[in-house]
């Protein structure tokens, strides 16, 4: 008979088919609180207890293989799907760029030195000296004479410089230029060293020539040491000659009347 029951159990086991709802809501109630002690079906009640403990042993134990294999082979539905929220990306720090050091602009082309304004000194004469002749006299008494063409002279522009030089105070002092005509030479400005105020100053074309004349104003006096007189004036393009012009200085002093005069060298 046991044999029998033990049959038909396992028969009864093989074509169970698990309520697997069920079989959850059990697990779950397990884990949630003791085990809920159910009341024995009426009709075991008439087994015998060895049919009634093989029976429940044979139970349990296909109840509890169907219970793991339900539980093994369980998917979480969605609503037990624990999402997790993406981690916010740190910010990517840009490297910062090495400065770059620029080469040096290049340097500005020197300025090409303009024409002296008009009226304005250019410094001492450097010029070559007027070679002595019969027709010059650069010293006398307490006057030195130097006649020169400025280096700031063009093709077309040039200043025609007179050095003086005293060693005694002048009372009276005339100073003469004289330009030659050589084609379209025209009066552009004069200056001197020497306060304006203290001169008469003409330019005139007389005799072929430009005319520049200082004369110092009565009650004057011109201080002993080195002064300069200048005349410009236009000329014909090209190189100019100087070989007709001169100058002329008459003076007076406590010591007498003294006078110089000469030429220029050749023009540019």
Do not use: C
Request: net charge positive.
């Amino acid at each position: 008979m046991n044999e029998h029951i033990t049959r038909q159990l396992r028969e009864a086991a093989e074509a169970h088919q698990p309520d697997r709802a069920r079989m959850l809501a059990r697990v779950q109630r397990g884990a949630a609180g003791p085990a809920v002690r159910h009341r024995a079906r009426s009709g075991l009640r008439s087994w015998p207890k060895v049919a009634l403990a093989g029976l429940a042993a044979v139970g349990a134990l296909a109840t509890g293989g169907l219970a793991m294999a339900g539980i093994g082979s369980w998917t979480p539905t969605p609503s037990d799907t624990v999402t997790t929220a993406p981690a916010t990306p740190s910010p990517t720090v840009e490297p910062t760029p090495t400065p770059t050091r620029s080469a040096p602009p290049p340097a500005a082309p020197a300025p090409a030195t303009p024409a002296p304004p008009t009226g304005a000194p250019t410094g001492t004469p450097t010029g070559p000296r007027p070679t002595p002749s019969a027709s010059s006299r650069a010293q006398n008494g307490p006057l030195w004479s130097e006649a020169s063409i400025d280096p700031h002279s063009t093709v077309f522009w040039a200043q025609s410089n007179l050095t003086l030089r005293t060693t005694q105070p002048l009372t009276s002092l005339t100073v003469e230029l004289r330009i030659a005509q050589t084609g379209d030479v025209r009066d552009t400005g004069n200056w001197r060293t020497l306060p304006v105020d203290d001169f008469t100053v003409t330019v005139q074309e007389t005799g072929g020539a430009l005319v520049y004349r200082w004369v110092l104003k009565p009650g004057r006096t011109v201080p002993a040491g080195q002064h300069e007189f200048a005349g410009q004036y236009n000329h014909a393009t090209g190189v100019r000659g100087s070989a007709n012009d001169g100058y002329r200085v008459d003076a007076q002093s406590a010591g007498g009347s003294a006078s110089v005069w000469g030429g220029f060298p050749p023009g540019r």
